[in-house]
């Protein structure tokens, strides 16, 4: 266990509340990915990958094919240091494993800050300026803004969905984000078919405490 305040584990068994939901990938460029060291850490990795969820982040960046359609994932946590580096090695790779998609998943920004930071917006514009076709953001617990650049969507943060780790949060509030893509052989098409879907973390919201189901 890590000298922090909040170090997190599980059974391996809970894999299935994944595969129940079919959850297909999970990112694990986090700050909470090392709470019990390399170990765990790889443990996890292993654990996601034998249950048929696909693992990335960090310096795992895989390429799924999905409907025939190569989709590169890139798992980025932008509170260790060194993101601008990372992402744009990562956008490489995953280019010349031949993605003809690309997703950028962050964790980054403020816990509870309402508003995305400039270093956020900076981080999105240069994932999108480097190939990346839709960015999602983690880790400040409730949901923020989105942006449109170049034609490709961000969201800077997607709140909390399934979360266990507080009873009663002072923000319930939370979304699905949908988004469905065309791709031909010119590339991913500009018609990009997006959809927010407003949700609570909790269906016992109006009696004030969060019951872990949305």
């Not at 909470?32 to 443990?43: I, L």
């Not at 992402?87 to 509870?112: D, N, P, Q, S």
């Not at 508003?115 to 076709?133: M, T």
Request: some cysteine; hydrophobic content about 35%; overall charge negative.
């Amino acid at each position: 266990r890590q000298d922090k305040t909040f170090a997190f584990k599980g059974k391996a068994d809970y894999v299935r509340v994944l595969t129940e939901g079919s959850v297909e990938a999970a990112t694990l460029a986090n700050n909470h990915s090392y709470d019990y060291g390399n170990e765990g850490y790889w443990d996890t990795f292993g654990t996601l990958g034998k249950a048929g969820v696909m693992p990335f982040g960090y310096e795992e960046s895989p390429v799924m094919l999905i409907k025939g359609i190569p989709v590169g994932l890139i798992g980025i946590n932008d509170l260790t240091g060194g993101a601008e580096t990372q992402l744009i090695a990562e956008l490489e790779k995953v280019k010349r494993k031949g993605a003809r998609l690309i997703i950028c998943y962050f964790h980054w920004g403020t816990e509870l800050e309402p508003y995305a930071d400039e270093n956020q917006r900076d981080l999105a514009h240069l994932a999108i300026d480097h190939g990346a076709h839709l960015v999602l953001g983690a880790h400040p617990h409730i949901v923020q803004g989105t942006e449109t650049y170049k034609g490709r969507r961000i969201i800077y943060s997607l709140g909390n969905f399934c979360f266990g780790g507080n009873s009663s949060p002072s923000d319930m509030d939370t979304m699905i984000y949908q988004q469905t893509f065309t791709i031909d052989a010119d590339g991913v098409k500009k018609d990009n078919v997006t959809n927010i879907i407003p949700c609570s973390i909790s269906s016992a919201a109006y009696d004030g405490y969060n019951n872990y189901q949305p």
